[in-house]
């Protein structure tokens, strides 16, 4: 059953710039994974240094057992403390309904 994750960031000002360019290569990378669903990163419109990545995967399993191990995350990873201001915020959701406009 596909999970969603919602992720919160809070950056160091000056790291803004490089915790970017490190989480577009992750995402970038996520694409082409199989059990990938989709992400979307947003700004937070009051602050330009808070984020929420908004994710949806086929398996939390496959999540926790393979793409967090995968080596295009290890240098995202490792910085992360550098990044932020706080620990960022992780919470995991099931999707209900989901509704797009018609064109």
Do not use: C
């Not at 949806?56 to 932020?84: C, G, I, K, M, N």
């Not at 201001?85 to 989901?98: F, I």
Request: charged share 30%.
């Amino acid at each position: 059953m596909p999970i969603t994750y919602l992720i919160e960031f809070d950056v160091v000002p000056e790291q803004r710039d490089r915790f970017l360019s490190l989480l577009n290569g992750v995402l970038d990378a996520m694409r082409g994974e199989p059990m990938f669903h989709q992400a979307t990163l947003h700004q937070d419109p009051v602050s330009p240094y808070r984020f929420m990545l908004h994710e949806t995967w086929e398996s939390h399993e496959d999540v926790l057992e393979v793409q967090l191990a995968r080596p295009y995350r290890e240098e995202w990873h490792d910085a992360l403390p550098q990044f932020l201001t706080r620990p960022r915020d992780v919470s995991m959701w099931k999707s209900l309904r989901g509704d797009v406009r018609r064109s």
